[in-house]
């Protein structure tokens, strides 16, 4: 595919971002088969908290899970969030995506309980539905304010579940941090309207 971002269609955005979460997705599936048949020796680059050493996989912590059942339900709300996120631009969204993780990475290693092990792939998915739910307004955007209540109707119960600290063997701090973390992406990563960028005057 040839051209800058802003010159591609809006079949090409669609395509590439398609296909940038289906491979993404796919590779989740792939860490975790090799995770499997290696005697879960991937699980140690999970991020256990406050350990200097630890630092090192607050990234790599989000493309590891804990079993197929793990992977399995990140899948669809990643591969659904991650698209609709991508459609924007896929420099703009690996940045946005970049932030999340590193922010969603110290801050489970800094308040997380000790002693526990966390990875995973739904602190960036909290993230990007932070980033989805309010970009559209933060932008002024009438597409992605729909957007936004969409996937608010659709998924905002179960976001809210998940940031209950009452759920044994789930990390509700890597769900919240994300999810501030995709809201703060959100106003970082935000496009200027035309008449932001024109420097309109009020009189």
Avoid: Y
């Avoid at 936004?148 to 600290?165: D, E, K």
């Amino acid at each position: 595919m040839s051209g800058t971002e802003s010159e591609w269609s809006r079949g090409d955005r669609v395509k590439a971002a398609a296909k940038l979460m289906v491979g993404w997705v796919a590779l989740l599936w792939l860490l975790e088969v090799v995770d499997v048949v290696s005697g879960h020796a991937l699980d140690s680059l999970g991020i256990v908290p406050r350990e200097p050493s630890q630092l090192i996989d607050i990234v790599p912590a989000a493309f590891i899970h804990f079993g197929f059942a793990h992977v399995a339900a990140n899948s669809v709300p990643l591969l659904v969030f991650g698209f609709l996120a991508a459609l924007g631009g896929i420099r703009r969204f690996a940045a946005v995506c970049a932030l999340i993780i590193v922010a969603d990475g110290l801050g489970v290693w800094l308040i997380s309980p000790a002693h526990t092990n966390t990875a995973g792939a739904s602190g960036l998915i909290f993230g990007l539905f932070g980033f989805l739910l309010i970009t559209g307004f933060v932008e002024r955007r009438p597409l992605g304010i729909a957007v936004g209540l969409l996937i608010g109707a659709v998924w905002g119960t179960s976001i809210l579940f998940g940031l209950a600290p009452t759920q044994s063997g789930v990390s509700w701090q890597a769900h919240l941090i994300g999810l501030a973390a995709g809201v703060g992406a959100a106003f970082a990563f935000r496009r200027r309207g035309a008449t932001e960028q024109r420097g309109a005057l009020k009189a």
